[in-house]
């Protein structure tokens, strides 16, 4: 798959019609995401249970379609998801994104797969795979965070 | 040499890039280079090859010798007053780093203030923003016209009683706005300020006249105007490399060294710490070389045409917007296109062959000043001409295509 | 790859100097280039020249994989235990100073002590001797033994309490010392103390382990390592990076811009201002596939025996003085001969073909220790042979004849 | 000529024997010339009149044969010489070494011109130019030196 083919599908239809864009009401986490190369911005929010299960997450942001379309995308995913289940998925995507071919996780459905595997031909651009992964890296640190604050408190 | 023909001299055009003709607009960010200067990295290393000034055995004289040569011929390029004014750096980021540097310790105390602009570089920013901290400096930056371009009465309305430096570019690696140095700098002295130009961006397009521009110091990339990576060049009056500390210490640049205290060599050895990049300074005589055989003229009334091409069809192209309209403009066409992300179109063009640039260029200042947080650029260097620029707007086309644009 | 066969691979070699074959005995100063580092940077420039990391382009792209596989290189080559660890530079130099300068910033109070040894190049002296004046901090000098030696003795004599750093050279340019780096860094560690260690003249000699030696920094010049010049390695302690404020300031090495702060890049970036000597970078992975090819082993040993064989000839040769008997030496053989001017040695064994140095080598606090004001030296490197050293006593011989010794 | 031919004749005769050598007792100025290149150095002693002629003149040193040869060969010849006379020399034997083939001046006669031109083979090495010039350099500021020191007491 070359990157014309790519902008054709599923990421121009993302990057154009991105879900869960805009910030919710009771939010009680937020993470901002920053490319200094590019200025891609990506700020995400996140209702969190106390076990870290994402009751809800939605994202604002300023980027080309690749980073908009993988935002869209991964927020979609994660929705509902326990706290293994988001860093299995985010390890799973940044192995797929910088080396493997494909995805393998039962938290999958053929359709994500697919979804998701529409981002891997960025493989080969280092620049564009900055985008990609830009609101994952954002999760993942906000993930990281909302552990620390709880057992500091 | 003819311009029209230069392609050919530069043997990167024979290649292809995604089975499609290079069209190479990124030469703001770095030049492609002349076989001969190509071929004189080749030549040096494999027949002549030493280490310069350190050794009287035949090599190292004869590769003094050449190293010395292109000082010579960069004074003469850059009209300066005298050959130890010509400093090699590794490039026009250190060469800044070396003025903030030392500048500030010998004529910086809390308080005082440097005048930038909004059009600047990161590399003309981030070294005196240091000055903040170590020195307590307040930095100013003259503001941006509507249309991209520095008045000399932006200039004056920033500068106070404080300001002991101005540090500004000659041509905007963004808007391509040329401003009017000559006359800053005559502001400038009239009210004692030194002033630093970064002329990384007017190197390559316009003629240097250091003598007539009378400024402080000037700040060229060798590597944007033909010339091999990894060098640089300080142009500064002999007055202040007489006066200002040496920068990195190390061999080469002493006079003599005793356990309790160092004294420096002269001019130029004081500011060459180390063993310098030897071949590539060798290298770029003949970027100068080839520079004088086209004539800096002919670049000159090439790349306008290319310019006033360029601006005439991507403004008839509707969704593309121009960054900038300056009153003098160079070598540098920056653009978005509504509703497509810099970074795409780059992506997409690139499928096409054509090599443009995506996204702040180091000037984030400005762009959040103009409300982007990325745009699109590409930049000319002499072995363009309207069939690459043709190929651009095609691919633009292309770009919006895909869009539904 | 052969070894005793390895002079066909430089292309030097084929060259006459003043009518003779070329005995090349400056590798100390600079080692000459193997055709696949030349070849290299030919078709880099000629074929996928571009700017690293800033455009999204396809030559841009390639660019960049390529200058971050040398990154991954040579760390390998270092056993660095993070790619991160490699910061590159334009020289020895350049990477001592950014040790000196970013440490000194953040670690480095008045009465603060720096020990450095009488054995230093004075790249490895002069930036510590800035912070006399900027910090008021005060250096002190591990003494040489009667054979040119620094043992760990004469290092823990020298530390006090206020010592904060410990820089030194991995081994001498001029006696050919080889210091206990692992141990010295044992001692230092016990005590606190980082350990910056000059491996300009260890890295094309030793086998290079970071993680077994244990030093924080460790700085190399690639041009002495079959690379290009132009070039420098800053290996460092990923925890000291992190530390660390940035040296220069500039394009590439920032996080966010904004007019009133600024916010640095992570690791490596942070670091690496500016356009980096790009073709030097990429060019230098194949002096490292160079060195691997050969293997390490085998250059320790061809180089030992060279040595024992020079050392073995000069002894024999009367009114000729070595300079330096340490307990393991490499590569150098640094002498004197009676009556007869060092540089006039090195113009009279240049007529021969003979390439040696003359001079103080950038180690006066040396050779004032030594009461000389300058030395002649023979350096090897992987291209030399018994018959290079041979040349070099008969040559030795037709100077004395002149001078009537 | 080539550097070894040089070797053989002057050079090596001056720089073996030089002439003027050592400090005499009455001197009223002095100055000292270094090359850190190499550690080569020079220490002038001058006896000046009042109009700044050479009364006497000679040098400590340490360095190779070229520039011993050179402090041995230029204080024989400046003996006796007045400021103007002195200055005029320099400049000729600065020249000569720098770019000329020979040395003209009418305060010559054959033999000196020989000895000065004996050094003139250096030229094409930039680092025996050094050398060469270490002492003449020193003589010219010793004489702009007094010079100043006059005018200010
Ligand atoms: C021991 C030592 N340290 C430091 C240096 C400085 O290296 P460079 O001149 O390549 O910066 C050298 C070489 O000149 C050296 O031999
Ligand atoms: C206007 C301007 N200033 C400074 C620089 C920095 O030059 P370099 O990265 O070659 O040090 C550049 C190029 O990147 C530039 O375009």
């Known amino acids: 798959m070359n990157l014309k083919e790519l902008y054709q599908e599923i990421i121009l239809d993302h990057g154009k019609n991105p879900r869960n864009l805009g910030k919710f009401e009771n939010f009680n986490k937020d993470a901002k995401g920053h490319n200094p190369l590019c200025g891609d911005k990506v700020h995400l929010f996140l209702k969190l249970d106390e076990n870290k299960k994402i009751n809800d997450i939605s994202f604002e942001g300023q980027g080309c379609a690749i980073s908009m379309a993988s935002a869209s995308i991964m927020t979609d995913l994660m929705k509902g998801k326990n706290e293994r289940q988001v860093k299995e998925l985010i390890s799973k995507f940044l192995e797929m994104i910088k080396e493997k071919d494909d995805i393998e996780s039962n938290l999958l459905n053929d359709d994500e797969k697919t979804k998701l595997m529409s981002l891997g031909g960025v493989k080969n651009f280092p620049m564009r795979v900055k985008c990609a992964t830009l609101s994952w890296h954002a999760l993942s640190s906000a993930l990281d965070d909302f552990q620390k604050k709880v057992t500091t408190e | ?405």
Not at chain 2, 135 to 144: C, M, Q, S, T, Y
Not at chain 2, 220 to 242: E, R
Not at chain 2, 340 to 366: F, M, N, S, Y
């Open chain 2, 1 to 405: 040499m003819n311009i029209d023909n230069i392609k050919k001299e530069f043997p990167i055009f024979s290649n292809k890039i995604h089975n499609n003709d290079l069209v190479y607009l990124d030469s703001a960010n770095s030049s492609q280079k002349p076989l001969v200067v190509v071929n004189r990295i080749y030549d040096f290393y494999t027949k002549e090859f030493s280490n310069v000034g350190r050794s009287v055995h035949y090599l190292s004289v004869a590769a003094t010798n050449l190293y010395e040569k292109t000082r010579s011929s960069v004074q003469k390029y850059l009209n300066a007053k005298d050959k130890n004014e010509i400093v090699f750096t590794k490039g026009a980021t250190e060469a800044i780093n070396l003025v903030a540097s030392t500048f500030s310790q010998e004529f910086l105390q809390e308080g005082d203030e440097i005048l930038l602009t909004e059009l600047e570089h990161h590399s003309n920013y981030v070294p005196w923003h240091y000055l903040r901290k170590s020195k307590g400096v307040k930095i100013n930056f003259a503001e941006i016209d509507e249309h991209g371009d520095i008045s000399i009465e932006n200039i004056e309305k920033k500068i106070t009683p404080n300001t002991k430096m101005i540090a500004i570019t000659h041509l905007s690696n963004v808007t391509g706005a040329i401003l009017p140095i000559k006359e800053i700098t005559q502001l400038a002295h009239s009210k004692g300020i030194p002033v630093m130009v970064d002329g990384c961006q007017s190197a390559p397009h316009m003629k240097l006249d250091m003598q007539d521009l009378d400024c402080d110091f000037y700040a060229i990339s060798c590597h944007k105007m033909y010339g091999p990576t990894g060098l640089g060049i300080l142009y500064a009056k002999k007055k202040w490399l007489d006066n200002l500390p040496p920068y990195q210490g190390g061999g080469g640049m002493i006079n003599e060294v005793k356990k309790n205290d160092i004294s420096y060599s002269e001019l130029p050895n004081k500011f060459e710490a180390g063993t310098m990049a030897t071949a590539q300074v060798i290298a770029f005589d003949e970027s100068i070389n080839f520079l004088n055989k086209i004539g800096i003229d002919n670049i000159i009334s090439h790349e306008k045409k290319l310019l006033d091409y360029g601006e005439e069809i991507l403004r008839k192209n509707n969704s593309v917007k121009l960054i900038g309209n300056p009153q003098k403009k160079g070598a540098v066409l920056s653009f978005t296109i509504d509703g497509i992300h810099p970074h795409d179109i780059a992506t997409i063009l690139d499928e096409d062959g054509v090599a443009i640039r995506a996204g702040h260029h180091c000037c984030q200042i400005l762009h959040d000043k103009l409300g982007l947080t990325a745009s699109a650029r590409a930049s000319l260097g002499v072995y363009n001409n309207k069939d690459d620029l043709d190929k651009l707007n095609e691919s633009i086309n292309n770009c919006k295509k895909i869009f539904n644009k």
